[in-house]
């Protein structure tokens, strides 16, 4: 398994295109035209066969962002393959069901069994962190553990999303924002319901399923909305991945890629898409777990002469809001809770 490998010329080369193309010669961010296009690995550092997936992706293919699982079993590869990446943008994957806590049992015994496993079903999770008053006392707690546990990394701290999208939960979120801000986090991850329409004209299979994820995330985020509208963060206008979960192919991101082309309007601000898969070398976890058709699709060759093409710029959270989005987050952080 390789986990690690030197980053082809081809790669450097189109990053070294992508920050020139955004910038104008006195070095400020254009923001005209292109769509800023960040593509996510979520689960990173799950498993030694994601992070080798992760590393292959960034060096070989298209990706540009991941998102690290502080609790997963193999979080020191992820670190280690991250430094050895200093371009690959890196946030945090906050886990809140079918994973490992990062705090004890003892500390939060309403969450997690008697090992540290917090619930398997996410749907029981969910119901624990609205009714529970206990379990929503521990909730705080966990949160921090695991943004202190990305911190000990060293790491900056890209953005912020989660596992099974747990940080939209009306319980959850408010606490996830304010530790976001603390932690100096560029980014989170909100607009995921906005690809139903897309999806379905590429692939009519499972409708229903995709229209209950829709309707529920949709509520979601319209609530998260007002919440982050009164102590703003920056977040991808649109996020594409939840309708594809376990069929991310290289038909669907090429296509995808193709539409975020066709519908740019070149005099309009330039807009952050954000683009998240679940890449590994071998399936894990059902059908909708990492997976290496994922993968394939990241390194596929006519993805990579797709994304290549003027009109898009592939890059990470703090390249695509620029420096003076930047700016604007730190002065944000600053405002009262």
């Keep these: ?15 070294e295109r992508n920050l020139t193309s955004a910038t104008d010669p006195a070095g400020r961010t254009n923001r005209r035209g292109a769509v800023r296009v960040v593509v996510n690995a979520d689960d990173f550092g799950r498993s030694p ?3 080798a997936a992760v590393a292959q992706a960034y060096d070989e293919g298209i990706l540009t962002s991941a998102s690290l699982m502080v609790t997963g079993g193999a979080v020191a590869a992820a670190v280690q393959a991250a430094r050895e990446r200093p371009g690959l943008g890196v946030g945090l994957h906050l886990v809140l069901a079918r994973a490992r806590a990062a705090s ?34 521990e909730l705080a707690r966990e949160l921090r553990a695991q943004f202190e546990a990305f911190a000990a990394t060293g790491l900056s701290l890209s953005h912020v999303d989660s596992h099974h999208h747990l940080h939209l939960h009306p319980a959850v979120f408010p606490l996830v924002l304010s530790l976001a801000h603390e932690f100096g986090a560029g980014a989170i991850r909100l607009n995921v319901s906005d690809e139903l329409l897309f999806s379905l004209r590429h692939e009519l ?54 539409h975020l082309v066709q519908r740019r309007r070149p ?6 898409v954000e683009i998240y898969c679940h890449p590994s070398l071998r399936r894990e976890s059902g059908a ?11 390194l596929d060759p006519w993805v990579r002469s797709v994304a290549e093409q003027d009109g898009l710029l592939l890059m990470n959270f703090a390249e695509a809001f620029g420096p003076e989005l930047q700016e604007k987050s730190e002065a944000w952080r600053n405002w009262p809770t």
């Design 49 to 51: 066969e994601v992070v």
């Design 267 to 272: 005099s309009a601000a330039a807009e952050v």
């Design 205 to 258: 299979a499972h409708p229903w399923l995709k229209l209950g994820w829709k309707l529920v995330f949709s509520l979601l985020t319209f609530r998260c909305a007002r919440t982050l509208r009164r102590r703003p963060l920056p977040t991808a206008a649109r996020v594409y991945g939840l309708m594809q979960s376990g069929s991310f192919t290289a038909r669907y991101l090429a296509a995808l890629l193709e």
């Design 104 to 137: 004890s049992p003892q500390e939060v015994p309403h969450m997690t069994d008697e090992v540290g496993l917090l619930p398997r079903s996410v749907t029981w999770a969910g119901l624990l962190y609205l009714f529970s008053p206990a379990a929503r006392r």
């Design 1 to 15: 398994m390789r986990l690690y490998s030197e980053a082809p010329e081809r790669r450097l080369q189109t990053r």
């Design 288 to 298: 909708l777990g990492p997976n290496p058709g994922d993968l394939a699709a990241l």
